[in-house]
């Protein structure tokens, strides 16, 4: 029996058998979980490669179009997941982040306001409207997971997305706090550098994919997203009941050295 067993798990994020989100559905099916995923801006692209999960073509998780920036889908999400068989949920995965090319590359201090707003939205408040739009369906428990990269540090190229990510390491200590009280735990994995279509689509992301490995005591393998899909799973799973407003960092140790050598 799989630690997931018997859970019925959305999961955010998936565009390509690439996605860290992909890899967390993948797993979390493996583990037992029921899944279903959410997709923007490409349905298709999705349903695609939902086939190619553990459940097989014949029978692939199904896909509900969500953009966390649409209100009018947000406040439809709890019935469109009842539409398609989910009448409650256990977890809830948040694998998006976004912010436009003026807003990543070092081009920090000359980013417009509205693009630093995208970029907030996207990826900081989508974490709390996520959640509320899923609360009716959790009851009194549940998990929700969030992807963060380490927000201590100023990353090179990495700029107002890692403002971002700031943001969502705080919201998720808020979102813990107050659904503590209905058991609801909130949680975030910080990977280390993974080679999804997001990254790569940063420009200059090589500086970074191109230290990890050497300054990692545990070495990374920025084409494995398995060690942080498990990590995610496990948060989802019953297995940290009294663990929320965490942060794990799943990224070869690197955020725990000091200057690489």
Known sequence: MGILEGKRILVTGVLTDASIGFHIARVAQQEGAEVVLTAYPRP???QRTAKRLPSGPDSPPPVLELDVMNTEQLDGLA???RGVGFDRLDGV???IGFAPQTALGGNFLETPWEDVATALHA???SLKSLTMACL???GDGGSVVGLDFDATKAWPVYDWMGVAKAGLESCSRYLAKYLG???IRVNLVAAGPLGTMAA???????TMTDLWPKAAPLGWDIKNSEPTAKAAVALLSDWFPATTGEIVHVDGGLHAMGAPE
Do not use: C, N
Request: aromatic share 8%.
């Open 44 to 46: 298709t692209l999705t």
């Open 79 to 81: 019935d469109a997941l």
């Open 93 to 95: 995965v948040h694998a």
């Open 123 to 125: 990826s900081t408040y």
């Open 136 to 138: 009716p369906l959790m």
């Open 181 to 183: 009280p209905r058991g």
């Open 200 to 206: 790569k689509s940063i420009p200059g992301f090589e």
